[in-house]
């Protein structure tokens, strides 16, 4: 990451990972492709949406547009929110520059909680964090199982950028988009948890 250009493909893909990455001005929650072997995952008798969350913090000059971003199964509604919300977490690890945020823990497993972990503290050694807007449309869920499904979406990037926190200095984005983003996602108690993302080609 030298000169006046920043390459976001990686953060982008992390922080997108679950269907869910961010609403920088103020974030305000509304609430492959292998099939792995869910045997390590343990099912949640409770709904998704029952589970206590942690609390989420914005990247100031972020805006994470969601669109299309329901639905009326109430499986598919819920893959859908935590997968907004594992989008919401990469960027509140990054607002945060805490590699071992909590909410990384709560949404994501596996090794997307591994990777999750390694672009925030990239981005914290750095010095760098996306702002403009990005959106995420055109969701798709595919039901597994009881406990386990697929989520694909596109990921609008043309109008991300980014900077330097400590000195306010912007830098020009790399926007590789629109792409669209599949993962694997894994409910165990309660929460739709991230288990693996892949790109799988442009919308």
């Known amino acids: 990451m030298t000169g006046k250009h920043f390459s976001l493909p990686a953060l982008i893909a992390m922080l997108t990972a679950g269907g869910a990455l961010l609403t920088g001005c103020g974030i305000t929650p509304q609430y492959p492709i292998e099939k792995a072997s869910p045997a390590h995952h343990q099912p949640a008798p409770t709904p998704s949406h029952s589970s206590a969350r942690p609390p989420l913090e914005s990247i100031p000059g972020l805006k994470a547009k ?35 945020a909590p909410e990384i823990g709560h949404y994501y497993s596996g090794k997307a909680a591994q990777d999750a972990r390694t672009v925030v503290r990239q981005a914290k050694e750095r010095h760098r964090a996306p702002v403009g807007t990005i959106r995420y449309s055109d969701p798709y869920v595919e039901s597994l199982g009881e406990n386990s499904a697929f989520l694909s979406y596109c990921i609008g990037d043309r109008g991300l950028a980014a900077k330097d ?29 991230t288990d693996s993302m892949t790109p799988s080609g442009e919308c």
């Open 165 to 193: 926190p400590r000195t306010g200095e912007h830098f020009d984005g790399a926007p590789a988009g629109p792409e669209r983003m599949t993962v694997v996602m894994y409910r165990e108690s309660g929460v739709w948890k």
């Open 66 to 100: 969601f669109e299309s971003w329901s639905a009326d199964d109430v499986q598919e509604k819920s893959v859908l929110l935590d997968g907004k919300m594992a989008i919401l977490t990469g960027y509140s690890a990054v607002a945060k520059s805490d590699p071992d």
